[in-house]
C-alpha cells in the first residue's frame, strides 16, 4: 500500500471554542497534529494572559488521554490592549501570538479593531516585545466586493504596517488570492502566510454552482480557480513563508445550515488527509512535509516536533455529522469519499 510518512505536524491556524464543541473537536486535532495555534475569537474574546492560561486549561482537559497535544495560545487585540498585556504575553511561555481582527470582519470580531492606524502603539509593542502578529487581512468596507476584501486589505493597510514595523514578524492568515502570495513572497522573511486545506482545494463553485452549499462557506471566502491554483503553488512550492493552518471553525451545522449561515469550515476531521490531497494533485506530495511540519515552527522559533505520522493510500467516508443529535457540526466534505488517511498505531 502506498503511504507517505513524515514529522509530526503542527497547525498554526485553529478554532476549538470552549465548552460541549471543545469536546467533540479536540480529539480530531490531537490525533493529527502535535501543537496548534488556537484562536482567540470566543464570546466573550480571549484578551489577557491570564484568560489564555485558564483557556488553555480547559483544552487540556479535552485532549484524549494517552495523546500528546500542546496548545499554543494567542491574544486578541482590541483598541484597549495594554502595553503591559503585550509584555505579559511576551514573558508567557504559554502565549505565542496576538491576533488583530479588523472590526465587523468574520466569526465573533466586534471586539476587533475598526481604526487599524490607532493601534500602530500597540504594534510599536508588540514588535518590540517580539511576539507575533497574526493578521485577519479582509477590509470590513460594506461598499468593497466581498471577494477583492483581501487585495484591497493588502493595499490599504498591510503595506503600511510592514514599513512602519520592519522587524514586527506577521502571519498573514488564511490566503486565499494571488495578489496575497505574491505580497508575502515579496516581503522580507518577518512575513509569512498560512494556507486552508479548503482555499486549496476549491474555489468559489463549492459554494454556488448547483445550489448554495454552506459548508463550503467561510471568510475569506473561496475564490476563483486562478487563486486556488496559485495557492496550491505557493504551498507547494517548498518556500517557508508558507505553512499549515486549518482554520477548522467549528458551527453547530443548524448555525451554517440557516438563511444567514455563519462562516467556517470544519476540517478538523480529516485534516492532514485534505492537505495530501491537494499536495497529491499539484504532484507535489514530497513538499508536505516542509509545509506542514518545518515552515511554522521554524517561524514561531520553536523546535520542530519529533516522531512521524503516516498516511497511507486508503479510501474512507467521512460521517456526515459528528458531535451529539442537538450539537452536530458538518464536516467537510461530509459523508464524501477521501483517498488518504492517517493511521494510527
Ligand atoms: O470562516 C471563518 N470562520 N473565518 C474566520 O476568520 C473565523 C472563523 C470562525 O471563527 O468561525
Ligand atoms: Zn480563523
Excluded at 36 to 49: F, G
Excluded at 66 to 90: N, Q, V
Aim: hydrophobic content about 40%; proline content about 6%.
Amino acid at each position: 500500500m502506498k503511504t507517505i510518512t513524515i514529522t509530526r505536524p503542527d497547525d498554526w491556524h485553529l478554532h476549538v471554542r470552549n465548552g460541549a464543541i471543545l469536546k467533540t473537536v479536540m480529539p480530531h486535532t490531537a490525533k493529527q497534529f502535535a501543537r496548534a495555534i488556537i484562536m482567540p475569537n470566543l464570546k466573550p474574546p480571549v484578551t489577557s494572559v491570564a484568560q489564555a492560561l485558564i483557556y488553555r486549561e480547559e483544552i487540556l482537559q479535552a485532549v484524549p488521554a494517552g495523546l500528546d497535544f500542546m496548545p499554543l495560545m494567542t491574544l486578541y487585540l482590541t483598541g484597549s490592549t495594554s502595553a503591559d498585556e503585550i509584555k505579559m504575553a511576551a514573558a508567557s511561555e504559554h502565549v505565542h501570538a496576538f491576533k488583530l481582527y479588523p472590526a465587523g470582519a468574520t466569526t465573533n470580531s466586534d471586539s476587533g479593531v475598526a481604526d487599524i492606524k490607532s493601534i500602530y502603539p500597540l504594534l510599536a509593542a508588540l514588535e518590540k516585545h517580539d511576539i507575533p502578529l497574526l493578521i485577519h487581512g479582509e477590509v470590513t468596507d460594506e461598499a468593497c466586493d466581498i471577494f477583492d476584501r483581501e487585495r484591497v486589505f493588502i493595499d490599504k493597510y498591510l503595506n503600511d504596517i510592514i514599513c512602519n514595523f520592519p522587524e514586527l514578524r506577521i502571519v498573514v492568515e488564511h490566503v486565499t488570492t494571488t495578489e496575497a502570495v505574491d505580497f508575502v513572497k515579496a516581503c522580507g522573511n518577518t512575513v509569512a502566510a498560512t494556507i486552508t486545506p479548503q482555499h486549496l482545494l476549491f474555489n468559489r463553485n463549492a459554494i454556488l454552482a448547483g445550489g448554495i452549499k454552506p459548508h463550503y462557506y467561510c471568510l475569506p471566502i473561496l475564490k476563483r480557480e486562478s487563486h486556488r491554483l496559485a495557492l496550491v503553488k505557493a504551498a507547494s512550492s517548498g518556500n517557508p513563508k508558507f505553512f499549515l493552518g486549518t482554520d477548522s471553525a467549528p458551527h453547530l451545522s443548524d448555525l451554517k445550515e440557516n438563511a444567514c449561515g455563519c462562516a467556517g469550515c470544519y476540517s478538523a476531521h480529516a485534516a492532514l488527509e485534505l492537505y495530501a490531497e491537494a499536495f497529491e494533485q499539484g504532484d507535489a506530495l514530497h513538499k508536505l512535509e516542509g509545509f506542514a511540519s518545518f515552515h511554522g515552527a521554524d517561524f514561531y522559533r520553536l523546535p520542530r516536533n519529533s516522531g512521524t505520522v503516516t498516511l497511507e493510500k486508503a479510501s474512507w467516508k467521512v460521517p456526515s455529522t459528528y458531535g451529539e443529535n442537538n450539537l452536530s457540526i458538518t464536516p467537510l466534505k461530509a459523508n464524501e469519499e477521501l483517498s488518504w488517511k492517517l493511521k494510527l498505531d
